[in-house]
């Protein structure tokens, strides 16, 4: 994983911004798309949320624990 200090925070930070955008982007398919669409999507997107959370954040936070958000374990 990562070990500048430096590059560790700035990926962190656009992992973080993924993840918030993504967010935005299931609750505006649930607006506008029917359930089954919205259903369909939000399943893909729980997969890449995996991927983000569990093969890049958490690996990135044990080599890094300061990076780690206060409220990441809750």
Same mark, same amino acid.
């Given at each position: 994983?990562?070990?500048?200090?430096?590059?560790?925070? &700035?990926?962190?930070?656009?992992?973080?911004?993924?993840?918030?955008?993504?967010?935005? &982007?299931?609750?505006?398919?649930?607006?506008?798309?029917?359930?089954?669409? /919205?259903? /369909?999507?939000?399943?893909?997107?729980?997969?890449?949320? &995996?991927?983000?959370?569990?093969?890049?954040?958490?690996?990135?936070?044990?080599?890094?624990?300061?990076?780690?958000?206060?409220?990441?374990? &809750?």
């Amino acid at each position: 994983m990562i070990e500048n200090e430096d590059v560790a925070a &700035s990926v962190n930070n656009k992992l973080h911004s993924c993840y918030r955008l993504l967010e935005e &982007s299931i609750w505006e398919v649930n607006k506008h798309c029917s359930q089954e669409q /919205a259903k /369909a999507y939000r399943q893909k997107i729980t997969n890449i949320f &995996s991927t983000l959370v569990f093969e890049l954040m958490e690996p990135l936070y044990e080599v890094h624990p300061k990076l780690k958000p206060p409220d990441w374990d &809750s």
